[in-house]
């Protein structure tokens, strides 16, 4: 889908707020494919948490974990994991450290080793290590 690909390089790009225009009215559902929907609940997921829009990151994130589960792509432990940066951003360490270990049990995706390295350096931030 072209327009997806002009919004994926909106997004990657810093262009938030144009691509947050052409996604408007638009929801996992209008995807057919599982892994379509599981990037598009995230790539929204992180274009609200570049706005700072903490609600509506969390509700994409929280999709794409669920659509995610036991899948091979990062897109879902990615998501436990900036769930986590967010909730430690806003002094929820115990929910922070909730999400990070959320992002460390799942298994056999993409990235693994380089996310639950970080989900761990979250950990240890929160418990004062």
């Known amino acids: 889908m072209a327009e997806y690909d002009l919004i994926k390089s909106l997004s990657d790009g810093g262009y ?15 995807f057919s494919r599982p892994e379509d929907k599981l990037e598009f609940a995230y790539r929204v997921g992180r274009i609200y948490d570049d706005l700072g829009r903490d609600n509506e990151a969390v509700e994409m994130y929280l999709l794409a974990m669920d659509l ?4 091979s792509e990062y897109f879902a432990a990615r998501a436990a994991l900036q769930i986590g940066y967010i909730y430690e951003d806003d002094g929820q360490t115990t929910k922070a450290i909730e999400y990070y270990k959320k992002c460390i049990a799942m298994k056999d995706h993409e990235y693994k080793d380089s996310l639950d390295q970080k989900a761990k350096a979250g950990i240890a931030r929160c418990s004062g290590e």
Do not use: T
Not at 68 to 71: D, F, L, P, S
């Open 16 to 30: 938030h707020k144009d691509a947050l225009k052409l996604l408007a009215g638009k929801s996992a559902r209008d």
């Open 68 to 71: 995610g589960k036991g899948r």
